[in-house]
């Protein structure tokens, strides 16, 4: 008998442990950090950007405008913000925040695929601004993802990281 109350003893306590850990925090990616305020930092540190243009999420067509950006599945994607030179030149920046960071890898595959075709449009009608489609950036942290072309690409990139140091 007493070795059957040990035994429902662990087993319950077995439960209790295991009814806690569900409702545990969730491993959301990282930090809840909006993209316009990412790449409004990353925009102004490059003091070398010409005229800019912004489309984010919370544009009437962002669901359009992202696919010019990525063929990333848009389901896929809690909030983005994308700004490119308004002249067009080769530079441009985004920051997108996905659902779920698992799927930053093939959002990064997506925006390497994006620089080779506005390279390939560069090679044609603008041979000058292959040097920065050649030096882009695409970094991430958790389930945020960053696309740099610029001048200074350094210094956005570590704008961009200075937003998870802290976390």
Wanted: aromatic share 8%; with cysteine; net charge negative.
């Amino acid at each position: 008998m007493k070795h059957w109350k040990r035994t429902i003893c662990l087993a319950l306590a077995a439960l209790a442990l295991a009814g806690c850990a569900a409702c545990g925090p969730k491993d959301s990616g990282g930090p809840d950090l909006d993209p316009a305020e990412i790449l409004q930092a990353m925009a102004t540190a490059d003091t070398t950007l010409p005229e800019m243009v912004t489309r984010s999420s919370a544009d009437a067509e962002a669901k359009d405008n992202f696919f010019y950006l990525s063929d990333l599945d848009y389901g896929k994607v809690e909030g983005y913000c994308y700004t490119y030179a308004d002249a067009g030149t080769a530079e441009e920046m985004a920051v997108v925040k996905l659902k779920d960071k698992a799927d930053a890898a093939a959002l990064m595959e997506s925006l390497h695929r994006h620089v080779e075709a506005r390279q390939g449009t560069f090679e044609e009608y603008d041979p000058e601004q292959v040097p920065l489609t050649e030096g882009a950036v695409v970094t991430s942290e958790g389930r945020y993802v960053a696309l740099i072309v610029s001048k200074k690409n350094g210094l956005a990139q570590s704008e961009f990281k200075k937003f998870f140091q802290a976390q």
